[in-house]
């Protein structure tokens, strides 16, 4: 496993030499319900990332835990950033290890919310104009395997601290899961943006939390750890 925090420069010139693909991950500091902790989608991301990293050589940088929530905004604990700075410290960090030799970027979210996904794919999308030989890929697992994680759960339209992020936690630290929030899902009325999110999404879950289960959440981690691998696998042997 590259971790590459933990990794000496001597080691990174070594590294280099065998893969030039690097995965930069992101979470939240988010509110995940009256049960879950702030940092679910950093956890599920990072849990997955780790269990990739030891069966495939990628350098693993640590990971980004704050990202753009836009619902859960003004929910107690939640701490958003703003599009232009996730976009901004992006673009940095692939840039930047652009000119230390890395080719292959990965931007791996554990936060599928639309405002934080899109701000990471307009950095890629700049990017892969300005630099050359490079190969980026932008995801988050509740985009390429939507139904593949919805077949794991019960629950019809699960998402935020619902069924499957309480069974991935449960899974990865039982010891963090504070009993189960009611079923709900949010109320905002469509088309509009409101500003008092609480009002129309009290307890910030968004579906059934009690059908959570540890097996449930285990398939779920091991699919986005294969998932993950074979990305990796197809961006360095793709020429897109
Ligand atoms: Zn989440």
Not at 62 to 71: L, N, Q
Request: hydrophobic share 40%; aromatic share 8%.
């Amino acid at each position: 496993m590259i971790l590459l925090e933990k990794i000496t420069m001597d080691e990174f010139k070594k590294y280099l030499k065998k893969t030039k693909t690097i995965v930069f991950p992101f979470g939240t500091i988010e509110e995940h319900g009256s049960h879950l902790p702030l940092f679910t989608d950093s956890l599920i991301i990072q849990e997955s990332l780790y269990i990739a990293a030891k069966k495939k050589k990628f350098f693993l940088a640590p990971i980004i835990h704050y990202g753009v929530c836009t619902t859960t905004k003004e929910h107690p604990g939640t701490i958003s950033i703003r599009p232009e700075t996730l976009r901004l410290l992006s673009a940095d960090l692939v840039i930047e290890s652009y000119k230390k030799g890395l080719r292959n970027f990965l931007l791996i979210s554990g936060h599928g919310g639309s405002l934080h996904m899109s701000a990471l794919k307009e950095t890629a999308e700049s990017l892969i104009n300005h630099l050359e030989n490079v190969k980026i890929a932008v995801f988050s697992p509740y985009d390429i395997l939507y139904k593949e994680l919805s077949a794991i759960v019960e629950t019809p339209n699960d998402s935020h601290a619902g069924e499957l992020e309480t069974s991935m936690v449960l899974y990865l630290t039982p010891e963090l899961v504070k009993g189960r929030a009611a079923a709900e899902y949010p109320q905002i009325p469509k088309p509009f943006i409101v500003k008092d999110k609480i009002k129309y999404w009290r307890g910030g879950v968004w579906g059934d939390p009690s059908k959570a289960t540890i097996k449930k959440g285990e398939r779920a981690i091991k699919l986005i750890a294969d998932t993950i691998i074979s990305v990796i696998d197809e961006i360095e042997k793709t020429s897109f």
